[in-house]
């Protein structure tokens, strides 16, 4: 997969479930169809619940999904979304 | 009466063992839903819609909710507790649902614990206690005498044994697991560690099958023959390979007989020899260990390390135990009397190998180590350590 480009970053580290998603849902509404929102999210659970998310709704393709841990060692799960038309 | 905005795990089961009706509404992800769910001796009408559906549209979520299970009383449940609590307070409740949260989610449902007296212990001098992990369907015990205690097949979750020690007023003889698990980590080495109780495994158990490496944990060989004295009480080891080479059943004689047997005999079923790796190899001597088991008085009362159905396992009083004779009648995985008919039918029903025992085993032998979270999401979903006669009609 080449480059992602990114038209915005949503960082809900340290958030539980749901806020990550529900947080990812209004964001994405906020951007253009075409374009792609990245979420930084702490909550393993987020792995399943936005693959879950994307199957069921229309207007989202979830694109990636990786992990890194971050500066203050906290396991940190990205997901790459893009808002498509439905 | 009265439906409460929050309940306990522990609460639930209640509820579900008195009867009282509500419905289940599991807003977790379909991946997690299709592995488990909240089941007891009277398993609710579930509705199943994850959370972020409601996100795209509320109304129809709210509409197939009214539709499937009414206005209330519904218990919402998820994986940790909170998404099942904002869609209660977010979305349902102030449109007038009677909603309550289970606290904690599933991954509390499956470190909760119910723990009884075994009745027939309480005329006896030795008493016995259940913990009984109901989302798991894993059984431990306390067996105490004048003071003392012998735990058996301690769970992970020690702070709930030493609780129940500390209020009985009971010293710690002896630790044992029946054998090396693969569904559930023991507590035996953080119990040994925190108390200086010593920890008995059998020497077969500690090796891990797969990996054949020697358990890097500190424990005293468990052999048959060996007996353990409690109070005015003595506890005598069996050794009854097939489920694992080590596997081994505890026959305590207070006034009355019991026998702990582990995973090897249960209520409705039978363990599965196959968890090591070598069930063709080990289902010949599963066979003779129970046969084994089986020759021993019949108003022997079986205390078994699990159960896959309450709703057919449990006695009205919440305990799982009954006499060796009954189960000779009842059991249906016993009916097969000779050997090779039982290795074929046991080798031909086996239920799907959980990818993660592998795993679990290691943990037990100490050679690999993880966090709390991972620790968690190793142990769960419901135990799958019977043969599949518990589980084809449940």
């Not at chain 2, 979305?91 to 904690?104: C, E, K, S």
């Not at chain 2, 129940?164 to 693969?182: F, K, P, V």
């Not at chain 2, 006499?323 to 080798?347: H, K, T």
Request: aromatic share 8%; with cysteine; hydrophobic share 40%.
């Amino acid at each position: 997969m080449g480059e992602i480009v990114v038209a915005r970053e949503l960082d809900v580290r340290g958030l539980q479930c749901p806020m990550p998603l529900v947080n990812a849902h209004r964001a994405i509404k906020q951007i253009a169809v075409g374009e792609v929102l990245k979420v930084l999210a702490t909550d393993r659970g987020s792995l399943l619940d936005f693959k879950g998310w994307a199957e069921t709704d229309d207007s989202v393709e979830l694109l990636q999904q990786e992990e890194y841990t971050d500066e203050q060692g906290r396991r940190v799960y990205v997901h790459y979304l893009r808002r498509v038309e439905p | 009466m009265e439906w409460k905005t929050q309940f306990t795990p522990e609460e639930v089961a209640e509820l579900l063992e008195r009867g009282v009706g509500f419905g289940v509404l599991d807003v977790r992800n379909e991946e997690e839903f299709r592995r488990w769910r909240l089941e007891g001796p009277n398993t609710p009408q579930t509705l199943h819609i994850p959370y972020f559906e409601a996100l795209e549209d509320e109304e129809a979520f709210v509409s197939r909710v009214e539709a499937e299970l009414g206005r209330g009383p519904i218990l919402a449940i998820c994986a940790k507790g909170g998404s099942s609590d904002w869609i209660a307070q977010e979305i349902l409740r102030p449109r007038g649902f009677q909603v309550a949260n289970m606290i904690g989610g599933m991954e509390a449902w499956g470190s909760s614990y119910r723990i009884r007296l075994l009745p027939e212990s309480k005329q006896d001098t030795v008493r016995i206690w259940q913990l009984d992990r109901f989302g798991r369907g894993c059984l431990h015990y306390v067996v105490a005498s004048e003071g003392e205690a012998i735990l058996i097949d301690p769970p992970r979750h020690i702070e709930r044994v030493l609780e129940l020690l500390s209020r009985e007023g009971l010293q710690i003889r002896a630790i044992l697991d029946t054998h090396a698990h693969a569904d559930h980590i023991s507590g035996g080495p953080a119990l040994a560690e925190r108390t200086g109780a010593p920890y008995y495994l059998h020497p077969y158990d500690g090796i891990h099958p797969i990996d054949v490496l020697p358990a890097q944990i500190p424990f005293a060989f468990l052999q048959e023959g060996m007996r353990f004295s409690v109070g005015s009480a003595a506890l005598d080891v069996l050794h009854i390979p097939g489920h694992t080479l080590g596997n081994t059943a505890f026959l305590l004689q207070g006034q009355k007989r019991y026998l702990f047997t582990g995973d090897s005999l249960f209520i409705q079923s039978v363990a599965r020899p196959d968890l090591g790796g070598r069930g063709e190899a080990w289902a010949p001597l599963h066979f003779r260990s129970l046969r084994r088991l089986l020759h021993l008085p019949a108003d022997t009362i079986v205390l078994p390390g699990h159960y896959a159905s309450a709703a057919r396992e449990q006695r009205a009083d919440g305990l799982f135990a009954a006499p060796l004779g009954e189960l000779l009648r009842s059991n249906p995985d016993l009916a097969l009397q000779e050997e090779e008919a039982f290795v074929s039918y046991i080798l031909a029903h086996l239920p799907e190998f959980p990818p993660q025992y592998v795993d679990i085993k290691r943990v037990n032998a100490g050679l690999l180590r993880l966090d709390e979270e991972g620790l968690n999401e190793l142990e769960l979903g419901k135990n799958v350590c019977a043969l599949s006669g518990a589980y084809t009609t449940s």
